[in-house]
């Protein structure tokens, strides 16, 4: 099921706007550049942002999202034509065979279901080529970030452009591990409009991360830090594992 807050067309048309630093996508743009990579699948790709950078520097991709409401708001958006877009999700794909698949913000955490996320593994693995690679981040559960997950820290008012001011926060529902649902509260000032949406992520262990990666054929290249997060994340490399000379620098062009 898509949250509300990507699947609402009010709230898609909102979502960009209340998110406007994106510093979180530069170490997958480092990781674009660092290895050559010229063709991405982009998984969870919601309104299109990362695609939309990627495609900006000549990159081919093709970004895929369940909530129909974000990938009208990507496709409306300069440039859109740049890029194939899916409504759907990465458990049914066409062929492809790209050289790095991507799972920017909270998408891996967001796929909740255990039967889900594998066939999401497979996936991604069957659209990479060989030696191509996956990239992804989850939160580290030992950081407990969803301690800070209050209407205290969170709680905002933005202007937005033919909206008006929206109030907006979120609040922690419960702790459940490995499972954390929290809600965000979305107020429009125009009418008065009052709009949820209930998320739920999944704290997966490192080692456990590992293991399913392993599962699926991957070789866990290497495990990184988030940069704007430091010490709260894990930011996984692993490697289609089908040419025993590839490597990553078999991506290079």
């Keep these: 099921m898509v949250d509300d807050c990507f ?26 550049d660092e290895f050559g990579v010229c063709r991405v699948l982009d998984i969870g790709c919601g309104t299109g942002v990362f695609a939309l950078l990627l495609a900006d520097r000549g990159v081919d991709v093709v970004g895929v ?30 062929p492809l065979r790209v050289d790095l698949v991507a799972m920017t913000a909270n998408v891996a955490q967001a796929i909740v279901d255990q039967d889900t996320w594998q066939k999401t593994l497979r996936g991604a693995y069957e659209a990479l080529r060989p030696g191509g690679l996956l990239v992804f981040e989850t939160r580290d559960p ?22 008006g001011p929206v109030e907006s926060w979120v609040q922690l529902i419960e702790v459940d591990l490995p499972l954390v649902t929290f809600r965000g509260t979305y107020v429009f000032a125009a009418d008065g409009q009052v709009l949820t949406s209930d998320s739920t992520l999944r704290f997966r262990e490192r080692e456990e991360t590992e293991a399913d990666l392993l599962t699926h054929g991957y070789v866990v290249q290497d495990v990184r830090d988030a940069p704007d997060r430091t010490g709260r994340e894990f930011v996984f490399l692993a490697r289609r594992s089908e040419s025993s000379r590839s490597g990553l620098n078999s991506i290079r062009h």
């Design 7 to 32: 699947g609402h067309p009010r709230l898609a048309a909102i979502y960009d706007p209340l998110d406007t630093d994106r510093n979180d996508l530069d170490p997958y743009l480092r990781i674009v």
């Design 65 to 94: 999202d369940p909530a129909q409401a974000s990938i009208d708001i990507a496709r409306a958006k300069p440039g859109a034509e740049r890029v194939r877009w899916i409504s759907g999700d990465a458990t049914v794909l066409p």
């Design 142 to 163: 030992a950081s407990r970030a969803w301690e800070e997950w209050t209407q205290e820290n969170s709680y905002r008012v933005t202007e937005i452009p033919g909206v």
